[in-house]
């Protein structure tokens, strides 16, 4: 042990502080999840005031990881955040069997078309059978340095940040027309 470990034993040891700090532990679980589930929340109020004025479908399921829009009436473009809370990533998700091969024409033709809208965004095409883009946010919500990024005195800030990242992505890909003639 060191010098900060021995004084932290010391302090946690005393009396009422040893009650306090097995309270804590039991409970800091819950409260890691409810940060969690909160930011999310928020993100998602925040990416559905921002595209209110757009034929976007805001898509946040409570059982799977994932958070964005579908693009589309058909739910063949979907640009979203996942999974939410460890690795999380972010991208433009195509439902199209001729996309899980990289090799294929309909797949070449995408990233061709693709390039050119989003070469102004730090996002890059994706070895993925169906996120032809895809970027990793370097977020993991169960590592406690990026938890502290969703405290609820900085949550705003960095929601914010994130769901412009999203929406930007959304705006560059939005007409999805040429995509639809592309993998017909």
């Known amino acids: 042990m060191n010098n900060y470990d021995d004084a932290i034993f010391e302090y946690i040891t005393e009396g009422e502080n040893f009650s306090s700090a097995c309270d804590i532990y039991e409970i800091l679980p819950e409260i890691k999840e409810r940060l969690r589930n909160e930011f999310w929340d928020e993100v998602s109020h925040i990416l ?19 958070l964005g829009f579908w693009l589309d009436t058909n739910y063949k473009f979907f640009v979203g955040f996942e999974p939410l809370n460890d690795d999380v990533k972010y991208g433009l998700w195509i439902d199209c069997d001729k996309l899980d091969d990289q090799n294929s024409d309909v797949s070449k033709k995408c990233i061709k078309h693709l390039q050119k809208k989003i070469s102004r965004l730090d996002i890059g095409l994706h070895e993925d059978s169906t996120y032809i883009i895809r970027k990793d946010m370097h977020i993991n919500f169960y590592q406690n340095e990026d938890l502290k990024r969703i405290l609820p005195n900085k949550r705003g800030a960095y929601a914010k940040e994130i769901s412009k990242k999203l929406i930007e992505l959304a705006t560059s890909v939005s007409d999805i027309k040429a995509l639809e003639k592309i993998i017909k």
């Open 48 to 66: 559905e005031e921002k595209t209110k004025d757009t034929d976007w479908i805001l898509a946040k399921s409570e059982t799977e990881p994932y």
